[in-house]
């Protein structure tokens, strides 16, 4: 069952708190490189997702630390980083600044 795209026009009902991001994760593979189809339950979560909210800069201690990515930006988190919460019916991802590792061009 295809997953459907979240409409980012429309302004989210959820912002993340300071040094946190929401991303919205990319669909799983449904198929291998030769072309055999996997069963969804064969399906492995991507660690990846395009960014739909970016919380404030995360300032601890005296210290600031920007927010290394934008609405927009498709990033790599930490496979096991940050938590699942559904929004308008869309399962995203609520991300700390910590747990990303890239931004893909």
């Known amino acids: 069952m295809p997953k459907t795209k979240l409409n980012t026009s429309v302004k989210l009902s959820v912002k993340p708190l300071m040094g946190y991001i929401l991303v919205d994760p990319l669909d ?12 969804e339950s064969a399906q ?4 990846q997702g395009k960014v739909v909210a970016v919380g404030d800069d995360w300032i601890t201690e005296g210290k ?3 927010a290394p990515v934008k609405v927009g930006d498709i990033v790599v988190y930490k496979k096991w980083g940050g938590d699942e919460i559904k929004v308008e019916g869309k399962e995203l991802k609520i991300v700390k600044f910590d747990d990303l590792m890239a931004i893909l061009n």
Request: proline share 11%.
């Open 28 to 39: 799983a593979e449904t198929k291998t490189a030769s072309g055999i189809i996997l069963p």
């Open 44 to 47: 492995e979560k991507p660690a």
């Open 64 to 66: 600031v630390m920007k």
